[in-house]
């Protein structure tokens, strides 16, 4: 029955790559509220222990942490804590964002990650960046970097797109419930080495291998005059001083951490704990109730050091979601689906296999 429902569903997504027609991407205009900056401010507006760095006779001032605060005193980045501008403390959006170019990519992400929470904070989006334009890709390529995944070029391109003031527009990278996506170049692409993507579901990990395929669209646009790079820091808002300078022209503050930013970039200290994921990975998710599991792809789980409550399987991700196949060793109702239904644990957990989890294990799906 499984196979023929399989083959059902491939006839039917073949048909759909046929007749679906190329829907073209336009780009969008930041709103007028959005602001916006890059990487290396917020990596220089920040403030040591001792105080703020003088530079000259302008203000310098905790911009970072200002914002920091502003949103409730901790970003969550890459699935880490951000809630300080402090040298040599992994909680540190000194530490990252001042990070060497020639540094693992993951910190490269992680770098681009913090700058477009702040920036969804600034701008009144909060940590998630709702309503802000980059909240469809920034919870994608967080995610992407909680779970591990090895796809990260385009995520760093879109979000330090949208970081310097530009505009990101790319094609099919919001997860959704159904299978394929609005761009039929684009999902005949994805589909030809993720079927998933046109079977079950076009899920995060489909959305996020359109925004790394060369086949689906995908432009930074010049934000131009109206960039959100050019709207003015809310300072007085954000408890800080709004300083003018010889010729009287509003300043937004010097840099308060420059010095601070150089020492960052050059010492061991990273927001990801070493040693970096060097391969796809799962998310840290609970199971039936359980300890979070920890995908064995992190080296650091592999070593048997995932911490307290974790455990290392092969899972990435609890048996109530679609997503590809669950092991045996996902918790004892996962074990009990894949003995009276092989598929899910050998092909896709798709919708039949969640529904087992009442049927089979008399649990319920919130």
């Not at 220089?44 to 310098?60: F, K, L, Y």
């Amino acid at each position: 029955m499984r196979t023929k429902l399989f083959t059902r569903c491939m006839i039917f997504a073949v048909a759909l790559l046929m007749v679906v027609a190329f829907l073209p991407i336009m780009a969008q205009a930041q709103p007028a509220d959005e602001i916006c900056r890059t990487a290396g401010f917020w990596g220089t507006h920040g403030c040591p222990a001792e105080g703020c760095e003088v530079q000259g006779n302008s203000c310098a001032q905790n911009i970072t942490q200002a914002v920091i605060d502003s949103c409730g005193g901790c970003l969550n980045v890459c699935g880490q804590v951000i809630t300080n501008t402090l040298l040599d403390d992994a909680n540190s959006a000194v530490e990252a964002t001042c990070v060497s170019p020639q540094v693992s990519r993951w910190l490269q992400l992680t770098r681009q990650l913090t700058a477009a929470e702040l920036n969804c904070c600034v701008s009144g989006g909060g940590t998630d960046c709702n309503s802000v334009s980059i909240q469809p890709i920034f919870n994608l390529c967080n995610t992407a970097c909680e779970r591990g995944t090895s796809l990260l070029s385009g995520c760093i391109n879109a979000l330090n797109c949208f970081n310097s003031g530009d505009i990101p527009t790319a094609t099919c990278v919001e997860p959704k419930e159904t299978p394929g996506c609005d761009n039929s170049s684009c999902e005949a692409s994805v589909c030809s080495y993720d079927s998933w993507c046109c079977v079950f579901n076009w899920d995060s990990l489909c959305a996020n291998e359109a925004l790394n395929d060369n086949n689906c669209p995908y432009t930074c646009v010049d934000g131009g005059e109206d960039s959100c790079s050019n709207t003015a820091l809310p300072l007085e808002d954000l408890g800080l001083t709004n300083c003018t300078g010889k010729g009287g022209s509003l300043q937004q503050g010097s840099a308060g951490s420059a010095n601070e930013c150089n020492a960052a970039a050059g010492n061991d200290c990273a927001t990801l704990p070493k040693p970096f994921p060097t391969e796809a990975c799962g998310a840290m998710v609970k199971v039936d109730n359980g300890p979070k599991i920890f995908n064995q792809g992190r080296s650091c789980c592999e070593s048997n050091d995932a911490g307290e409550g974790y455990v290392c399987t092969t899972c990435d991700h609890d048996i109530c979601t679609t997503d590809g196949p669950l092991g045996s060793n996902c918790g004892d109702c996962a074990a009990q689906i894949c003995a009276v239904d092989s598929f899910c644990c050998e092909d896709g957990w798709d919708y039949i296999c969640v529904g087992e989890v009442s049927s089979v294990c008399g649990l319920t799906c919130n």
